[in-house]
Each structure stands twice: as C-alpha cells, then as structure tokens.
Nanobody
C-alpha cells in the first residue's frame, strides 16, 4: 500500500526558511498529483501547494512567491521550500495526493514560526 512520510518541520523565526520533505512509496509521484496541506487547531486542512505528475506547480495565494514545491522522481520525494516565513504559516504540514486520499494521511510535521 502506498505511503507518504513528511519530515523537516521545526521552529524558525519570522523571515526564516525551512524545507519540508515528503518521501513517497515507489510510483506514487508518477501516478498522482501531490500536494502539501496545512492545518491549525480548530481549522480544516488547506491545500497550500500542489504539483502534477508532470511537475507543474500551483500555489494558494497566501504562499505564492514565498513557497516552492518541487519533486525528485529518482528519490520518490516531494519538497516544500518555505521562505520568508510568517507566524501565520505555523501549522502541521501534511503531504497527500491532490485530491487527498484518506489512506495517505500521515502524522504530518509541525512548523512553528516565532515573531
């Protein structure tokens, strides 16, 4: 069964950068569009960036120009480079297919941006 595992979160000051990684099972990148989602307490998960199985990215307006989604097919990994981080970017970040598949939800990785 396909799996996705996130890593790379942490604590960073406002204006700083982090790179998240999502390691996928074999062939997931070729088969699915993948996305990075985030969730804060009391709110629904929101899609912040997505990449097609041909490598075309899209972003929500809140992160456009600051976040970059990319992938390394050889490593079966999708990345989210987050620059110019703001306190409102603090959340648990998850990767999943786009649209999401219930069985793909993992533990996520916590990102905390201090002001």
């Amino acid at each position: 069964q396909a799996q996705l595992m996130e890593s790379g979160g942490g604590l960073v000051q406002a204006g700083g950068s982090l790179r998240l990684s999502c390691e996928a099972s074999r062939n997931v990148l070729a088969k699915y569009f993948l996305g990075w989602y985030r969730q804060t307490p009391g709110n629904q998960r929101e899609l912040v960036a997505s990449i097609t199985n041909r490598g075309i990215p899209t972003y929500t307006d809140a992160v456009k120009g600051r976040f970059t989604i990319s992938r390394d097919v050889a490593k079966n990994t999708v990345y989210l480079q987050m620059d110019s981080l703001k306190p409102e970017d603090s959340a648990v970040y998850y990767c999943n297919s786009n649209p999401p598949i219930r069985q793909f939800w993992g533990q996520g990785t916590q990102v905390t941006v201090s002001s």
